[in-house]
């Protein structure tokens, strides 16, 4: 992601009213129904079932998609409540918009666990079709252009965008350290996942604490959303940063709603897109028509709803819309 420039204040979306138990390990085929899913390992799983000719948008597929019936999704699953680990399978807000494109387009997509920074490594290597993990679309992605170098690290990738979310700041419910934005959190410690617009803005903050004279920010970035909380509840750091969906989730269920509380409003609202390599623009427009059909069926609205995340619908489908 592109380092934060100034953050811009957003309105607060709802909250979602989904709980469990969360594994952050695994990877689980999808169905295009939803209701049935094997599982999958390193870099997939078995499956062997052809395409469903008769789905509506089935011949708009490439010819190696309809022949596998398949499409191979990377994606982090630890993030709920977008996609994680509950009573052994793979769930979220991902996973069901990913169902409903199965049914239009008559493929299984099989989700793929990874690491969130090295996804579209693995979308470069053909380990993927494409990326599904609350991954905001960005220039610099588009571009293959790393965030914090500014240099070309590899090819760029197109982005079908079906989402918007802003970043929020969350700490330990009744212990804030007086943080309410960005502004309050030189000298400060936050955690982040690895690679997320989160990570960009803290290095972008501690930058302008520095030119302030103030103490920079102490940055710990993880692997995984989860971890950064684990952190924040030992007391490692004084503020963990998120999307806002996710934040909201891990206040809601974290310790049964009494472990953290957010603070500020969320910034930096911002498509999340499914990536696709350059050059697969058969996929992309495949996938692109496939998410315009479930808004217009009302299937897309329907999943907004189960995960209490209306306000991150969007209209229509934009290629590229990031900036």
Known sequence: MTASTTPRPVAARSRLAAAGAIAVAGALLLTGCGDQRGKSGNGGGEATAKGSSSAPLFAKLPKSVQDAGVIKVGSDIA????????????????????AALGKQLGVTFEFNNGTFDTLLTGLRSKRYDMAMSAMTDTKDRQEGVDSK???KVGEGVDFVDYFTAGVSIYTKKGDTK???????????????????????????????????DKDKIGIEAFDTDLEAQTRLKAGGVDAVSSDFPVAAYAVKTSGGGNDFEIVGDQVEAAPYGIAVAKGNTQLRDA??????????????????????VEAGTIKEPKINGGS
């Open 79 to 98: 993030y709920p409540p977008v996609e994680f680990k509950k009573d052994g399978k793979t769930v979220g807000i991902d996973p069901d918009i990913a």
């Open 149 to 151: 170098t500014h240099k």
């Open 178 to 212: 007086d943080i309410k934005s960005w502004d309050d959190l030189c000298g400060k410690k936050i955690a982040v996942q690895r690679g997320t617009v989160s990570d960009d803005m803290a290095k972008s903050e501690s930058d302008k604490c520095e030119k302030a």
């Open 287 to 308: 996938l692109k028509e496939a998410l315009d059909a479930i808004i217009k069926n009302g299937d897309y609205a329907k999943v907004m709803k189960t995960w209490g």
